[in-house]
C-alpha cells in the first residue's frame, strides 16, 4: 500500500509539474530562426509557431494560407525581419491584437537598406532576443526569472561562433570571395573579406531582375580567372544563371560556401546554423590557399 501512494504522490506530481509549464502565450516567427530564437528565450512557457520553415522552398515564392491567419490571430507577439522581406504579413496583421518586433526596427535600420538578411548580423538576435524576454517578462510576470535566465544562456551560446568569426578575420582579412546575392554579405563583412561581386549584379539577382552584360561578365572572370578565393552560393534560391555561376565555380576549382535564407536541416539551433557557416567558410578560406 505504501508503494502504490508513492507511486501516485509521484504521479500527481509529474502531472502538477506539467499544468505548471503548459505554455501561457503564443508567438510567431516569419522565419524559422526568429521562431527559433523565440523558442529559446519562451521555454515551455510561449508556444511558438514558424511560417516559413522549409530551406528547401523558395521564400520569395511563399504563399499565404488561411491557416496562418488563424495563427496571427492567436498570437501574442509575432517577430518579422522588415526591410521589406516579410511585407506581405503586414495586411495581415491588420485587426490582430499581436505586438509586433520588427528587426529592422531593433537595429534602427531606415527603409532605405539594401540588405535585408539581418539575420547573418551578430547584433541582430541579440537586439530581438532581448526585446521578446521583455515582452514574455511584461505578459507573464509569473516566469520572469525563467526568461531571464534563458536570456542570458542565449547570448552566451554566440560566443563561440562570434569567436569562430574573429578566426576567419584574424587569419583572412581581405581575402576576395563573390557572392549570388547578398544573403551572407553581412556575415563575409564582418570576417574582413572583400566582396568583388559587383553591388549592382547582387541586387539585380535578389529581386528576380536580369544583371546588366558588364555585371555578369564581371562574375563570371571572377570565377573563370580564380580571382576569388570563395564563392559563397544561395542554395536555396536557385535560376539558370546562378547555376551556371555554380558550374563555373567548380570547373575552375573555387571553392562553394552553400548559404541559406531559412535555417538548415543540419542546424538544431539558430546559433548552430551561424557557426556551421562561419566554419565552413574558414575551411573553405584554408582548402582555398592548397
Given amino acids: 500500500m505504501n508503494r502504490y501512494r508513492l507511486g501516485l504522490g509521484a504521479v500527481l506530481a ?39 520553415s522549409n530551406p528547401n522552398t523558395d521564400p520569395h515564392e511563399f ?21 521589406g522581406y516579410d511585407s506581405w504579413a503586414t495586411q495581415m496583421l491588420y485587426g490582430t491584437h499581436a505586438t509586433v518586433l520588427s528587426a529592422q526596427t531593433l537595429l534602427h535600420l531606415p527603409a532605405s537598406t539594401p540588405n535585408p538578411h539581418l539575420w547573418y548580423r551578430t547584433d541582430t538576435m541579440p537586439a530581438v532576443a532581448a526585446a521578446a524576454a521583455a515582452f514574455f517578462e511584461a505578459k507573464d510576470p509569473a516566469h520572469k526569472a525563467a526568461y531571464e535566465t534563458n536570456l542570458k544562456k542565449f547570448d552566451a551560446s554566440l560566443v563561440p561562433w562570434k569567436a569562430e568569426i574573429a578566426a576567419v ?23 574582413g573579406l572583400k566582396i568583388m561581386t559587383p553591388f549592382s549584379f ?31 552560393y544561395n542554395d536555396q534560391v536557385t535560376d539558370p544563371q546562378t547555376q551556371m555561376l555554380l558550374m563555373l565555380a567548380k570547373t575552375h576549382n573555387v571553392q562553394v560556401l552553400p548559404v541559406y535564407e531559412l535555417m538548415p536541416a543540419s542546424a538544431k539551433t539558430y546559433q548552430d546554423w551561424m557557426l556551421q557557416t562561419t566554419t565552413a567558410l574558414k575551411q573553405a578560406l584554408a582548402a582555398s590557399a592548397r
Fill in 14 to 52: 509529474l502531472v502538477g509539474h506539467m499544468t505548471m509549464a503548459q505554455p501561457v502565450l503564443s508567438a510567431v516567427g516569419l522565419e524559422s530562426q526568429y521562431a527559433n530564437v523565440l523558442s529559446q528565450i519562451g521555454g515551455p512557457y510561449v508556444k511558438v509557431t514558424s511560417i516559413q
Fill in 63 to 83: 504563399e499565404v494560407t488561411p491557416s496562418v491567419e488563424r495563427t496571427f490571430h492567436q498570437a501574442d507577439l509575432v517577430v518579422e525581419n522588415g526591410l
Fill in 202 to 232: 547582387e541586387l539585380s539577382v535578389m529581386n528576380d531582375t536580369d544583371p546588366s552584360p558588364q555585371d555578369v561578365a564581371t562574375e563570371e572572370a571572377l570565377l573563370k580567372d580564380r580571382k576569388v578565393r570563395v564563392f559563397a
Fill in 169 to 191: 578575420k584574424a587569419e583572412y582579412a581581405g581575402a576576395p570571395v563573390a557572392v549570388t546575392e547578398p544573403v551572407a554579405d553581412y556575415l563575409l563583412q564582418e570576417t
